[in-house]
């Protein structure tokens, strides 16, 4: 459904994504995997408009997207979830849902927010609370209800578990895989090779804005290597005893 060819995005002169290519399915989880300033962020930026590609192609069910407005991209099914999740704290619950859904019809609005307190029970009980009162996990579940309101048949979601307490990643990454087993296509970011790849199905493996391993989840956890390689010491730590586990 998307399908990422030849991705180049540029500061200025600086060229921080460097022929990326990737796909994503419905169903199915794609992880792009790297380290700090690997260009993870600038991929996703780039695939859903918020930032001009200097090259390649960016394609929804076989439609060109690539270089459309964010908003336009949105309509054609695809949504950001931001970094940081970026939930309107001063707005209840409810209020942030009603923002994702500017871009739906308003005659499936009651449909789609039943559809996302199926799956967000806690956003049902907290639905007149301010965003800014939830805990962080809960502020990420709203981030993706958000995201599903627009009725998106892609997610993309950037580090999602990041700031989050053990416990909370766990039913995060839980939320991701439900959201996949609904359907939907998602691509999501993460540094931690740990956390990332609990959820994937495929990965790619960035490094310097460049694609250095990309292939099933299942042999990027079998060939810790590979994460060793182009990861750094640090995630290799983290992540070597749970590949030898599997
Ligand atoms: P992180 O996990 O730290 O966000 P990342 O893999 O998402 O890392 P990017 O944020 O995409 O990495 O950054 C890729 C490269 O582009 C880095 O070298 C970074 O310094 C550079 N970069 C990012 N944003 C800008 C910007 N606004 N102007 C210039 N260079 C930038």
Known sequence: MLEVSDLHVSYGAVEAVRGISLSVTPGRVTLVLGANGAGKTTTLRGICGLLPIRRGVVTLDSN????????????RGMVLVPEGRRVFAPLSVLENLRLGAYTAPRSQFDADLARVFELFPILSDRRSSAAG??????????????????QPRVMLMDEPSMGLAPA??????????????????????????????????????????????SGPADVARSHSSVVRAFLGEAALAETQPRAEGR
């Open 168 to 213: 909370m990643v766990d039913s995060v990454l839980n939320s991701v895989r439900q959201i996949a087993d609904s359907g939907m296509g998602v691509l999501i970011v993460e540094q931690n090779a740990d956390v990332g790849l609990e959820a994937a199905d495929d990965v790619v493996v960035v490094a310097r804005g460049e694609v250095v391993f």
């Open 133 to 150: 009162l939830l805990s962080g996990g809960e502020q990420q579940m709203l981030a993706f209800g958000r995201g599903m309101m627009s």
């Open 64 to 75: 060109q997207i690539g270089g459309m407005s964010p908003h336009r991209i949105v309509r």
